[in-house]
Protein backbone atom coordinates (compact mmCIF):
# COMPACT_ATOMS: atom_id res chain seq x y z
CA UNK A 1 0.00 0.00 0.00
CA UNK A 2 1.62 3.11 -1.28
CA UNK A 3 0.58 5.85 1.15
CA UNK A 4 2.50 8.53 -1.14
CA UNK A 5 1.72 8.30 -5.30
CA UNK A 6 3.56 10.52 -7.70
CA UNK A 7 1.85 9.14 -10.96
CA UNK A 8 3.90 11.11 -13.82
CA UNK A 9 7.13 9.25 -13.62
CA UNK A 10 8.43 11.31 -15.80
CA UNK A 11 7.75 15.33 -17.44
CA UNK A 12 9.52 17.38 -19.87
CA UNK A 13 8.80 21.14 -20.62
CA UNK A 14 10.61 23.83 -22.29
CA UNK A 15 13.02 26.64 -20.67
CA UNK A 16 10.69 29.08 -19.22
CA UNK A 17 7.65 27.50 -19.01
CA UNK A 18 5.99 25.65 -15.84
CA UNK A 19 6.47 22.58 -14.33
CA UNK A 20 4.12 21.21 -12.09
CA UNK A 21 4.78 18.13 -10.40
CA UNK A 22 2.10 16.35 -8.69
CA UNK A 23 2.06 14.34 -5.52
CA UNK A 24 -0.97 12.38 -3.79
CA UNK A 25 -0.59 10.90 -0.20
CA UNK A 26 -3.35 8.29 1.47
CA UNK A 27 -3.10 8.62 5.12
CA UNK A 28 -4.73 11.50 6.67
CA UNK A 29 -2.22 11.32 9.58
CA UNK A 30 0.43 13.23 7.32
CA UNK A 31 0.78 16.89 8.33
CA UNK A 32 3.99 18.23 7.17
CA UNK A 33 5.06 17.67 3.40
CA UNK A 34 7.75 18.20 1.66
CA UNK A 35 10.09 18.61 -1.75
CA UNK A 36 13.39 16.77 -2.52
CA UNK A 37 15.43 17.36 -5.93
CA UNK A 38 18.12 14.77 -6.76
CA UNK A 39 21.06 14.43 -8.95
CA UNK A 40 22.04 11.06 -10.31
CA UNK A 41 24.60 9.68 -7.31
CA UNK A 42 23.80 12.44 -5.15
CA UNK A 43 21.85 12.30 -2.16
CA UNK A 44 18.12 14.66 -2.37
CA UNK A 45 18.25 17.72 -1.37
CA UNK A 46 15.99 19.66 0.45
CA UNK A 47 13.78 21.82 -1.77
CA UNK A 48 10.28 23.67 -0.45
CA UNK A 49 7.70 22.16 2.40
CA UNK A 50 4.49 22.99 3.66
CA UNK A 51 2.60 22.27 6.89
CA UNK A 52 -1.18 21.24 6.77
CA UNK A 53 -2.20 24.45 8.20
CA UNK A 54 -1.15 25.88 5.13
CA UNK A 55 -2.42 25.61 1.04
CA UNK A 56 0.56 27.37 0.04
CA UNK A 57 4.04 28.21 0.16
CA UNK A 58 6.13 30.02 -2.34
CA UNK A 59 10.13 30.20 -2.20
CA UNK A 60 11.54 32.42 -5.32
CA UNK A 61 10.88 30.35 -8.55
CA UNK A 62 9.13 27.55 -6.28
CA UNK A 63 5.69 27.03 -5.21
CA UNK A 64 4.00 24.02 -3.57
CA UNK A 65 0.37 24.01 -3.14
CA UNK A 66 -1.67 21.53 -0.84
CA UNK A 67 -5.13 20.61 -0.58
CA UNK A 68 -5.71 18.64 2.06
CA UNK A 69 -9.57 17.30 0.91
CA UNK A 70 -7.92 15.48 -1.76
CA UNK A 71 -4.99 14.59 -0.27
CA UNK A 72 -2.96 16.48 -3.13
CA UNK A 73 0.00 18.28 -3.35
CA UNK A 74 1.60 20.30 -6.48
CA UNK A 75 5.39 21.98 -6.77
CA UNK A 76 5.43 24.65 -9.52
CA UNK A 77 8.73 25.71 -10.69
CA UNK A 78 8.50 28.74 -13.01
CA UNK A 79 10.00 30.11 -14.85
CA UNK A 80 11.58 26.33 -15.94
CA UNK A 81 15.64 25.88 -16.44
CA UNK A 82 17.92 23.38 -17.69
CA UNK A 83 19.41 23.20 -14.41
CA UNK A 84 16.07 22.29 -12.66
CA UNK A 85 16.24 18.79 -14.84
CA UNK A 86 16.32 16.20 -11.72
CA UNK A 87 14.47 13.60 -10.47
CA UNK A 88 11.97 14.97 -7.45
CA UNK A 89 10.60 13.30 -4.55
CA UNK A 90 7.73 14.17 -3.31
CA UNK A 91 7.76 12.88 0.80
CA UNK A 92 5.44 13.16 3.89
CA UNK A 93 5.44 13.31 7.34
CA UNK A 94 3.97 13.75 11.02
CA UNK A 95 5.29 16.84 11.62
CA UNK A 96 6.31 15.63 15.35
CA UNK A 97 8.99 13.90 13.29
CA UNK A 98 9.72 14.97 9.62
CA UNK A 99 12.82 13.23 9.41
CA UNK A 100 10.87 10.22 9.09
CA UNK A 101 9.00 10.68 5.59
CA UNK A 102 7.37 8.47 3.36
CA UNK A 103 8.90 9.44 0.13
CA UNK A 104 7.34 8.77 -3.26
CA UNK A 105 9.00 7.39 -6.10
CA UNK A 106 9.69 10.18 -7.97
CA UNK A 107 9.15 12.14 -11.24
CA UNK A 108 12.06 12.87 -13.73
CA UNK A 109 11.98 16.84 -14.87
CA UNK A 110 13.81 17.37 -18.41
CA UNK A 111 13.96 21.23 -19.25
CA UNK A 112 14.90 21.40 -22.83
CA UNK A 113 16.79 24.69 -23.67
CA UNK B 1 31.18 22.75 7.36
CA UNK B 2 31.12 19.55 5.84
CA UNK B 3 27.87 17.86 5.16
CA UNK B 4 26.75 14.27 6.19
CA UNK B 5 29.36 12.55 5.24
CA UNK B 6 29.34 8.72 4.19
CA UNK B 7 31.36 6.00 2.62
CA UNK B 8 32.28 3.98 1.00
CA UNK B 9 30.42 5.70 -2.11
CA UNK B 10 30.56 2.41 -3.58
CA UNK B 11 30.46 -1.23 -2.11
CA UNK B 12 30.82 -4.62 -3.89
CA UNK B 13 30.47 -7.54 -1.57
CA UNK B 14 29.55 -11.24 -2.90
CA UNK B 15 26.67 -12.92 -0.99
CA UNK B 16 26.90 -14.52 2.20
CA UNK B 17 29.66 -11.40 3.25
CA UNK B 18 28.86 -8.55 5.90
CA UNK B 19 28.17 -4.58 5.18
CA UNK B 20 29.13 -1.89 7.17
CA UNK B 21 27.96 1.70 5.67
CA UNK B 22 28.53 4.89 7.88
CA UNK B 23 27.72 7.64 8.23
CA UNK B 24 28.96 11.29 10.00
CA UNK B 25 26.27 13.03 10.48
CA UNK B 26 26.84 17.04 10.12
CA UNK B 27 28.75 18.61 13.18
CA UNK B 28 26.02 19.41 15.73
CA UNK B 29 23.53 16.96 14.63
CA UNK B 30 22.61 14.40 17.03
CA UNK B 31 20.17 12.60 15.01
CA UNK B 32 20.37 10.27 12.22
CA UNK B 33 18.14 8.68 9.65
CA UNK B 34 18.75 5.70 7.57
CA UNK B 35 16.77 5.14 4.65
CA UNK B 36 17.26 2.64 1.50
CA UNK B 37 16.61 3.01 -2.67
CA UNK B 38 15.67 0.60 -4.67
CA UNK B 39 16.03 1.53 -8.61
CA UNK B 40 13.21 2.93 -9.88
CA UNK B 41 11.67 3.59 -6.30
CA UNK B 42 11.14 5.93 -3.60
CA UNK B 43 13.66 6.36 -0.53
CA UNK B 44 12.11 3.88 2.52
CA UNK B 45 12.70 4.55 5.73
CA UNK B 46 15.29 2.78 7.64
CA UNK B 47 15.63 3.61 11.50
CA UNK B 48 16.19 6.58 13.65
CA UNK B 49 18.29 7.15 15.72
CA UNK B 50 19.63 9.23 18.22
CA UNK B 51 23.26 9.08 19.95
CA UNK B 52 23.90 5.47 21.61
CA UNK B 53 19.74 4.99 21.50
CA UNK B 54 17.54 3.45 19.07
CA UNK B 55 14.68 5.40 18.98
CA UNK B 56 12.48 3.88 15.68
CA UNK B 57 13.51 0.58 13.40
CA UNK B 58 10.21 0.25 12.73
CA UNK B 59 11.78 0.12 8.60
CA UNK B 60 14.23 -2.45 9.09
CA UNK B 61 14.05 -6.02 8.30
CA UNK B 62 13.43 -8.16 11.14
CA UNK B 63 16.99 -9.84 10.08
CA UNK B 64 20.46 -9.52 9.15
CA UNK B 65 20.30 -5.44 9.70
CA UNK B 66 21.29 -3.63 12.60
CA UNK B 67 22.25 -0.18 13.09
CA UNK B 68 23.91 2.06 15.68
CA UNK B 69 25.18 5.77 16.36
CA UNK B 70 27.69 5.41 19.18
CA UNK B 71 28.52 8.08 21.54
CA UNK B 72 31.91 8.55 19.38
CA UNK B 73 32.31 8.54 15.84
CA UNK B 74 29.79 7.89 13.22
CA UNK B 75 26.57 5.72 12.57
CA UNK B 76 27.09 2.21 11.41
CA UNK B 77 24.24 0.48 9.31
CA UNK B 78 25.25 -3.13 9.31
CA UNK B 79 24.04 -6.18 6.99
CA UNK B 80 25.00 -9.37 7.49
CA UNK B 81 24.98 -12.10 5.37
CA UNK B 82 23.76 -9.89 2.30
CA UNK B 83 21.78 -10.77 -0.54
CA UNK B 84 21.25 -10.10 -4.10
CA UNK B 85 18.15 -8.57 -2.79
CA UNK B 86 20.26 -6.00 -0.50
CA UNK B 87 21.45 -4.12 -3.56
CA UNK B 88 20.22 -0.48 -3.43
CA UNK B 89 21.58 2.81 -2.38
CA UNK B 90 21.74 3.62 1.09
CA UNK B 91 21.31 7.21 2.67
CA UNK B 92 21.49 8.64 5.85
CA UNK B 93 20.08 11.98 6.71
CA UNK B 94 20.77 13.70 9.73
CA UNK B 95 19.35 17.14 11.59
CA UNK B 96 20.13 18.83 14.71
CA UNK B 97 16.66 18.23 16.37
CA UNK B 98 13.49 16.15 15.57
CA UNK B 99 9.97 17.52 14.69
CA UNK B 100 9.93 20.26 12.08
CA UNK B 101 12.13 21.56 10.44
CA UNK B 102 13.81 23.30 7.24
CA UNK B 103 14.64 19.82 5.76
CA UNK B 104 17.02 17.15 6.49
CA UNK B 105 20.21 17.20 5.40
CA UNK B 106 21.22 13.88 3.01
CA UNK B 107 24.64 12.67 2.57
CA UNK B 108 25.55 10.92 -0.50
CA UNK B 109 24.67 7.82 -0.43
CA UNK B 110 26.59 4.35 -0.38
CA UNK B 111 25.81 2.32 -3.35
CA UNK B 112 25.90 -1.72 -2.41
CA UNK B 113 26.06 -3.66 -5.04
CA UNK B 114 25.82 -7.75 -4.12
CA UNK B 115 27.29 -10.18 -6.95
Known amino acids: DQQVKQNSPSLSVQEGRISILNCDYT??????FLWYKKYPAEGPTFLIS?????DKNEDGRFTVFLNKSAKHLSLHIVPSQPGDSAVYFC????????????FGDGTTLTVKP | NAGVMQNPRHLVRRRGQEARLRCSPM?????VYWYRQLPEEGLKFMVY????????ESGMPKERFSAEFPKEGPSILRIQQVVRGDSAAYFC?????????????FGSGTRLTVV
Open chain 2, 93 to 105: ASSPRTGRSYGYT
Open chain 1, 27 to 32: NSMFDY
Open chain 1, 50 to 54: ISSIK
Open chain 1, 91 to 102: AASVEANAGKST
Open chain 2, 27 to 31: KGHSH
Open chain 2, 49 to 56: LQKENIID
